[in-house]
């Protein structure tokens, strides 16, 4: 990925869908890494583009060979970024369509990014916070055609108790 904003968030997304997977070692100064120990089949990165033009590619070692997915993707907002908290929620059979996530109160303005992965045959998918929906990126398809990937986004969150639905239509 190329930014053509300096200070743009990267945000890297690596998701398998089959045995529990460690992910280690991301290069290319990669870190805050969200790796859910219930079921280790995703994992996410963050590091903030220095200059404008840089290049933000990163590598990350998986444990195991595996199918495999990943997103890459580059935000800006006014300001600069400074990481808050991370957030992770995971079923295996979402309930009506939907999967929720509360993290803890989110700051008023703040930027949320939501990536959302599933198998099966491919769905469109909003995501909510009740209030507001949030935009959406590209959704990627492993070969397989059996795994997708996709971030959702808002540049200005609302504050307060906030609950992030995804809904697979």
């Known amino acids: ?49 220095a200059t404008a033009g840089a290049t933000g590619s990163v590598d990350i070692t998986l444990s195991a060979s595996d199918d495999w997915a990943t997103q ?12 808050i908290q991370k957030a992770t929620s995971n079923t295996a059979t979402p309930s009506a369509g939907t999967i929720a996530v509360t993290p803890a109160s989110v700051g ?10 599933h198998e ?27 795994m997708h990937i996709q971030p959702f986004y808002l540049l200005i969150a609302n504050g307060g108790a906030v609950t992030y639905t995804a809904t697979f239509a």
């Not at 990267?10 to 890494?33: F, H, K, L, R």
């Open 108 to 117: 008023a303005g703040a930027l949320i990014v939501v990536v959302v992965c």
């Open 1 to 49: 990925i190329t930014t053509l904003t300096r200070g743009a968030l990267a945000v890297a997304w690596v998701v398998t869908d089959g045995n529990v997977i460690t992910y280690s070692a991301p290069t290319n100064g990669y870190a805050q890494e969200l790796e859910p120990a219930a079921n280790q089949q995703q994992a996410s990165y963050t590091k903030t583009i």
């Open 120 to 146: 099966g045959a491919a769905t469109t998918i909003t995501v909510s916070d009740g209030t507001s929906s949030l935009t959406a990126g590209t959704k990627i398809t492993h070969s397989n055609n059996d």
């Open 72 to 83: 890459h993707f580059a935000l800006k907002k006014e300001g600069t970024f400074a990481f």
